[in-house]
DNA sequence: TTATAACTGTGAAAAAAATAACAGCGTTAC
DNA sequence: GTAACGCTGTTATTTTTTTCACAGTTATAA
C-alpha cells in the first residue's frame, strides 16, 4: 500500500509561494530564514509555515531557522516533476498571447510546448516562439510531446469541449481561464482563474470590508 | 451596532457563480430550478448551494425550488452595490490590455473607467474605450470618478507601490495579477489571482492526483 | 558550567467550512 | 381525504484548516 501523506491542496498553494519567495531571498543572498519572516513576505502565520514545511519533512534549526538554499531544494524537489513538465494552450486569443508571452521562457520545468486554436488564421504560425496548432492535432501532439497540463483561454461556451479533449488526450492538470465550471472525473485537476468572479468579490468587500 | 452576519468570503466566491450559472438559465428560458441542479452545475453539493442561499435570505419553495429570476435578482441585490462601481486598471501590458478588451462594456455594474500606466508611450491614448492616464493623475482620477476597485497588472516588483498608490487613494478592493504578495491594512481586500502558482499547483496534481 | 534567548516541531485546541440529516410543507396521485 | 413524494430550511455532525502553546534544541554570554 502506498502511504499517500496527504498535502492539502492549500499547503501546495503556499508551498509555491514560498519558494518564489526564497528565489528572491536567494537573489538578495540571504542564507538563512526564520518562520515568521517567511510568514511576513507571504501574508501567512509562523504557525502555518511551520506546519506547511513540515509537512514536507523538511527540518530548520532553532537557531538558524531554515537553510535558504536547501529549503528551495527541498520545495523544488517536492513540487516539481523529475523531469521537465509539458504544458499545451488552447485559445490564442487576448488572453491566450498574454499567457504565451508571460510564460515563455520563464519557467524551465514547466513550458508551453504548444498552442492550439481553431480559428485558421491564427494555426501553423509561431507565436513568442510556439507553434499554434489545428485543435485536431491536439491528440496527437498531447502523446508525441508528453504534455501533461492545458490551460484553456477560449471563451466560457467552449471551455467544456476543450476540457473534454484535454481529459480524452490524457491531461490531468488544468488551468482554466473561462467563465465555466467545468466538469471533469475525478483524477483530473482543475485549477480556476475565474476573473469575473474575483473582480466581483473585490467590489463586494470593497463596499462590505 | 450594526448586525453584521458576516458571510464568509468562500460563500461571496460562490454566489457570484451562481448568478453567472443563473443568467445561463434565464437565457435558456428557465423558470425554476433546484439546488441540486445549481449544485451540479456549479460543482458543489445541494446542501452548500442551500446553505449559500440561506446567508442572503433568499427562500424557494420546496415544489419548485427557486425562481430563477427573483434568485438571480436576490443575489444581485446582495452582490452589488446600488450604484456602479468604478474600477480601474494600472499597467496597460499584454495582460492588461486583455483584461480591458475582456472587461469593456461586459459589466454594467462594473467597468474599468480609467486606466494607467507608467509608460509615457501609452499615456493619454485611449485603449478598447478606456482612456491610459499617467500614474501621477491616479489619485485625482479615483477621486472624480469615484472609483472603488483597483487592478494590478504590472510587473511583480512594481505591485507593492501601485497598491500603495490604490490605498492611499481610497481603493479598499483589490485584483492583483502580479506574483507579489501585497501588504495592505485592515479593511483593504485583496483578490489573488496567481498564474504562476495556479500552473504549479494544476502540474502537481497533474502527476500526483 | 549554567543561565538566557530565540527558534523549531508538533500535539492539542479552536475555528471555519462542508456535509449529513431530517422536520415540515406544498403538490400530486389515488 | 389522505398517503406518498421530493423538495427546502436549518440544525447537528463531521471534516478540514488554522492557530495556540509549549517542550526541546542549539547557540551565546556570563
Ligand atoms: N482577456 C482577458 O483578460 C480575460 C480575463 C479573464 C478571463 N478571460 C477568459 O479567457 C477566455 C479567453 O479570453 P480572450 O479575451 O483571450 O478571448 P478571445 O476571443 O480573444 O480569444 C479566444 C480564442 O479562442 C479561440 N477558440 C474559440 N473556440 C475555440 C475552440 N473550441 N477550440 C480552440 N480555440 C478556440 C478563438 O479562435 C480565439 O483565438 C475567455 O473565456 C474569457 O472569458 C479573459
Ligand atoms: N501576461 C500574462 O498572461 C500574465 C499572466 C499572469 C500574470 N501576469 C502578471 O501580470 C503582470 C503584468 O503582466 P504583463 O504581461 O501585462 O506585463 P507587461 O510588461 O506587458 O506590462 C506591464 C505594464 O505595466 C506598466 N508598468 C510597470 N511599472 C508600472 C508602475 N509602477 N506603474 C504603472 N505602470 C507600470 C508597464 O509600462 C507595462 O505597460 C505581471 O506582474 C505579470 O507577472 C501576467
Redesign the pocket.
Known amino acids: 500500500m502506498i502511504k499517500t501523506s496527504h498535502i ?4 501546495i498553494g503556499r508551498l509555491s509561494l514560498y519558494r518564489r519567495l526564497l528565489h528572491q531571498l536567494q537573489a538578495d543572498e540571504k542564507v538563512n530564514v ?3 519572516e517567511i510568514a511576513q513576505l507571504s501574508g ?5 509555515v ?2 506547511d ?2 509537512a514536507i519533512g ?6 538558524h ?2 537553510d535558504v538554499y536547501q529549503l528551495n531544494d527541498s520545495i523544488s524537489r517536492f513540487l516539481d516533476a523529475p523531469q521537465i513538465q509539458n504544458v499545451a494552450l488552447v485559445g490564442v486569443g487576448n488572453l491566450g498571447q498574454a499567457v504565451l508571452t508571460y510564460l515563455s521562457g520563464r519557467r524551465p520545468k514547466l513550458s508551453i510546448v504548444a498552442a492550439f486554436d481553431k480559428n485558421p488564421v491564427k494555426v501553423n504560425r509561431v507565436i513568442n516562439g510556439c507553434r499554434c496548432y489545428p485543435m485536431n492535432e491536439f491528440a496527437a501532439q498531447v502523446q508525441q510531446q508528453k504534455i501533461e497540463v492545458g490551460i484553456i483561454a477560449v471563451p466560457g461556451s467552449e471551455a467544456q469541449a476543450v476540457c473534454d479533449t484535454m481529459v480524452a488526450s490524457g491531461i490531468r492538470g488544468i488551468v482554466n481561464f473561462a467563465p465555466a465550471t467545468l466538469k471533469t472525473p475525478t483524477g483530473v485537476h482543475v485549477e480556476v482563474l475565474d476573473m469575473a468572479v474575483s473582480l466581483e468579490k473585490a467590489a463586494y468587500f470593497a463596499r462590505i470590508g
Chains 1, 2 share one sequence.
Open positions: 492539502s491542496e492549500r499547503t526564520f518562520s515568521h501567512v502565520t509562523a504557525a502555518q511551520r506546519r514545511l513540515m523538511y527540518s530548520g534549526s532553532s537557531v531557522g531554515y
